[in-house]
C-alpha cells in the first residue's frame, strides 16, 4: 500500500514539472486579467541586435597623370567601386593620406586643383556619366598629404554600391617617367 501511495505521488510530481517545463516553455512572461476601467503596469524588454557594417574597397588603385591628357583632369584611373553589404546607412571618410614624393625630386603637394610649377594634386570625384571619366575637377574631394583630415567621399544606403574616379592634376615642371604613391586611410561609420 505504501508502495501505491508513493507511486501516486510521484506520478503527481512528475505530471506537475512537466506542465511547470512546458508552460514556461511556452511563452516566460505572465499573464493576467485586467477589469474594465482599471490599468496596469507592462514590462517590456528589447534586445538590440548589433550591427554588422561590410565594406568592400579596391585595396589597389593604379592610376596614370599626364599633362597630355585633354580636359582639366590630368589622371587616368580605373572606376573604383565601392560596395555595402551592410544592413544601415553608412558613411566612407578619409581620415588620414600617406603621400610618397620621393620619386619626384623637388615635387610638393598641393591641397587643392591649384598647383604651382613643382606640385602635384589627386582627389577623388563621384561618377556622373557611366563608365567615363571625369575631364573636369569640379566636386572633386582633395586629399591632403601626411595629415589628419576629415574628407567624407560618399554615403552609401543598405546594400548600395558607389563609384568613384582618382582624378588630379600637375604642375608644368613636375618630372615626368617618375611615380609617387597615395595611400588614404578609409573609415567607415554608420550614418
Known amino acids: 500500500m505504501k508502495q501505491k501511495r508513493l507511486f501516486s505521488f510521484l506520478t503527481v510530481v512528475l505530471v506537475a514539472v512537466l506542465f511547470s517545463t512546458s508552460a ?34 579596391p585595396s589597389y588603385v593604379p592610376f596614370h ?9 590630368k589622371v587616368i584611373s580605373p572606376r573604383v567601386v565601392i560596395t555595402s553589404r551592410s544592413g ?13 614624393l620621393s620619386g619626384l625630386k623637388g615635387t610638393t603637394w598641393s591641397d587643392s586643383q591649384y598647383v604651382g610649377e613643382n606640385q602635384v594634386a589627386i582627389g577623388f570625384q563621384p561618377e556622373t556619366l557611366s563608365n567615363q571619366l571625369p575631364t ?15 574628407l567624407n567621399l560618399t554615403s552609401l544606403n543598405p546594400y548600395g554600391t558607389s563609384t568613384l574616379y582618382v582624378v588630379g592634376t600637375l604642375g608644368a615642371a613636375v618630372p615626368e617617367d617618375s611615380s609617387f604613391t597615395v595611400t588614404p586611410i578609409f573609415v567607415v561609420s554608420k550614418a
Open 88 to 100: 544601415v546607412p553608412i558613411n566612407i571618410d578619409v581620415a588620414y593620406t600617406t603621400v610618397n
Open 136 to 150: 573636369t575637377l569640379e566636386q572633386t574631394k582633395w586629399l591632403q598629404a601626411n595629415s589628419p583630415q576629415y
Open 65 to 73: 597623370i599626364s599633362r597630355s591628357v585633354e580636359g582639366d583632369n
Open 24 to 57: 514556461f516553455a511556452a511563452g516566460s512572461y505572465k499573464e493576467k486579467d485586467l477589469p474594465i476601467g482599471s490599468s496596469s503596469e507592462v514590462l517590456m524588454v528589447g534586445e538590440i541586435e548589433p550591427t554588422l557594417m561590410s565594406v568592400t574597397i
